[in-house]
């Protein structure tokens, strides 16, 4: 899952990190530099990051391996690992440390299997990317440039949350996620309550959901779950659309 969702985010364009608990993201962020990158994916939700896997899109510098040991992690997934690096992480006697080669080709069609009582199921893979996407503005106020990135960066996250989905993000970094909740509105609740805890263990003024954007998995055939995305400041939402009550 770590692995999967961290190669959404093409490593020549900017180091990505993904930080995730029992197979979905606590935190995802892009950043200037690697070690960055991870402060902000952590700054989502420290609390749940705590024996999380984290998968990084570069190669593991010092710095940031450095940053990772602060907090007790399970596993580090990544393409490559510097040698100043790996004497970083071998401090750790209980950390483990795997390095891929390459990252995954998102697009890259082919089949996924889940065994089932009895049976598998077998099914055609997720290689859908938001960038291949004819997106269309259906209200009346255009999204802006930085509320149409921030969308797409969510959305991107939202793809390897379980449902019910919803994801904030803004300026390259996720601000609240609510994952595999029976009710959508519970997801987008949880994702705002989970935006203010981190807010105030980093003494913000204000949730970074504030003036964000919010993207769900699914379409939205009632008011209410973005109701509750727009009490929590998300300014744009995208999602697949379809249903009679969009």
Avoid: W
């Avoid at 040991?69 to 209980?94: G, Y």
């Amino acid at each position: 899952a770590a692995f999967e969702l961290v190669a959404e985010f093409l490593p020549e364009k900017a180091p990505a990190v993904a930080i995730i608990k029992h197979a979905n993201p606590c935190g995802v962020a892009t950043a200037p530099t690697l070690a960055e990158a991870y402060r902000r994916a952590l700054a989502c939700d420290s609390t749940s990051a705590f024996g999380g896997i984290i998968a990084l899109n570069q190669e593991l510098d010092a710095e940031t391996a450095e940053e990772i040991v602060k907090l007790f992690t399970e596993v580090i997934i990544a393409p490559a690992v510097s040698d100043a690096a790996k004497a970083v992480i071998a401090r750790k006697p209980n950390l483990r440390l795997l390095a891929t080669g390459g990252l995954p080709d998102p697009r890259i069609p082919g089949l996924a299997a889940k065994t089932v009582s009895g049976g598998l199921l077998v099914q055609t893979r997720d290689n859908g990317m938001v960038e291949d996407l004819e997106l269309k503005v259906v209200t009346k106020r255009t999204p802006t440039a930085q509320e149409l990135e921030d969308m797409k960066f969510a959305f991107k996250v939202a793809k390897h949350v379980k449902s019910n989905a919803i994801v904030y993000a803004k300026d390259g970094q996720t601000a609240g996620i609510g994952a595999g909740q029976m009710s959508r509105v519970d997801s987008a609740r949880i994702a705002a309550i989970k935006a203010e805890e981190a807010a105030k263990a980093l003494g913000l003024a204000t949730p970074l959901t504030k003036g964000s954007a919010v993207a769900s998995e699914a379409f939205l055939p009632f008011a209410d779950g973005l109701l509750s995305a727009i009490a929590a400041g998300a300014t744009a939402v995208i999602q697949p659309g379809g249903s009679l009550r969009d």
